[in-house]
C-alpha cells in the first residue's frame, strides 16, 4: 500500500488500526470495553462520594469537597469523585484535557481503616482535613485513563505514573 498525505493506513477510505512496531495500537473503544470489564462497581456519577471498589466515571465540572488526598497519602470515603481525581492526576492540564475530552477513566480504592487524614493542596484544590481520628481511609492503587491518544496508568497512593498502559 503506498502512502498518500493523510491516508495513511487507510485504504479505500477505511480506518484501519495504526501499527507500531509490530503492535497494533488500541483505540478509545477499546479502552472504554477493558475498563467496563474491569469496573466491579459499574459507572459511577462524577458527584458520588468515594466509596471501595473498582468503577469508571465519565468526567463533568470540578465541584465539591475532598478530605485528604490520593497523592501519597490517604482521603477520607465520601470525598466527591471529582476532587479526588483532580488530586490523583498528573497535572491540571491533564485533569482539564479528560473533562473537555469526555474520556471515561478507572480508579481502584481500597479502604484501609479509620484515622486522619491531611489536606492538600495539589492541581488547583486544596482539600480539608480530619485530625479527630474518625476519617474512613481510602487509598487509590490505581487510576487509568485516556489522554486523547492512548491509556494511561497512575498509581496515585505511590506517587507513580502516568506511563502507558497496555492490556
Not at 470489564?37 to 465541584?63: K, N, Q
Not at 481503616?113 to 485530625?131: C, E, F, L
Not at 489522554?147 to 507513580?160: I, V
Request: proline share 5%.
Amino acid at each position: 500500500m503506498g502512502v498518500v498525505g493523510s491516508q495513511i493506513g487507510r485504504p479505500f477510505g477505511r480506518r484501519l488500526p495504526v501499527s507500531v512496531g509490530g503492535v497494533v495500537a488500541k483505540t478509545y473503544a477499546d479502552f472504554v470495553a477493558h475498563i467496563t470489564e474491569r469496573a466491579t462497581r459499574g459507572v459511577v456519577s462524577w458527584t458520588d462520594g468515594a466509596t471501595e471498589g473498582s468503577y469508571r466515571t465519565t468526567p463533568g465540572a470540578l465541584s465539591g469537597a475532598m478530605w485528604g488526598s490520593p497523592w501519597i497519602a490517604y482521603f477520607s470515603l465520601g470525598s466527591i469523585l471529582a476532587r479526588v481525581f483532580q488530586h490523583a492526576m498528573p497535572s491540571l492540564s491533564s485533569v482539564n484535557a479528560v473533562i473537555s475530552g469526555g474520556f471515561q477513566f478507572f480508579w481502584v480504592c481500597s479502604y484501609i481503616g479509620d484515622g486522619n487524614v491531611t489536606g492538600k493542596s495539589r492541581n488547583s484544590y486544596s482539600s480539608a482535613s480530619i485530625s479527630d481520628g474518625s476519617a474512613s481511609l481510602m487509598e487509590m492503587t490505581e487510576l487509568l485513563y485516556w489522554d486523547g491518544t492512548q491509556a494511561q496508568r497512575m498509581q496515585p497512593s505511590l506517587g507513580l505514573g502516568p506511563t502507558p498502559y497496555t492490556w
